[in-house]
């Protein structure tokens, strides 16, 4: 069964700052990049940041140069180091194993709640 629990979230004043975890097994782990999307109300799901084997990373625009996506493989888990954070970043943010074509592989989780007040 593939479990994917995200953590972390919480409510932070602008410019704050919040690190979320994504625990996973250690299958799913292992067969490709892990990815974190985030969905803000009346919003369509976006993927924020991926990273891939050998640690290549990818973010979206809205959040480069203040959000850091990391892997730790031996605790098959991955993080999101969020910085710098503002109001437009209040969402329910997921993680996601990636295909090879950086689509999400499995079904949603629970996702983790990150409000910013202003």
């Known amino acids: 069964q593939v479990q994917l629990v995200e953590s972390g979230g919480g409510l932070v004043q602008a410019g704050g700052s919040l690190r979320l975890s994504c625990a996973a097994s250690s299958y799913t782990f292992s067969i490709g990049g892990m990815g974190w999307y985030r969905q803000a109300p009346g919003k369509q799901r976006e993927l924020v940041a991926s990273i891939f084997s050998g640690g290549i990373t990818n973010y979206a625009d809205s959040v480069k140069g203040r959000f850091t996506i990391s892997r730790d493989n031996a605790k098959n888990t991955v993080y999101l180091q969020m910085n710098r954070l503002n109001p437009e970043d209040t969402a329910v943010y997921y993680c996601?194993?990636?295909?090879?074509?950086?689509?999400?592989?499995?079904?949603w989780g629970q996702g983790t709640q990150v409000t910013v007040s202003s």
């Open positions: 996601n194993s990636l295909t090879n074509a950086g689509a999400p592989r499995y079904g």
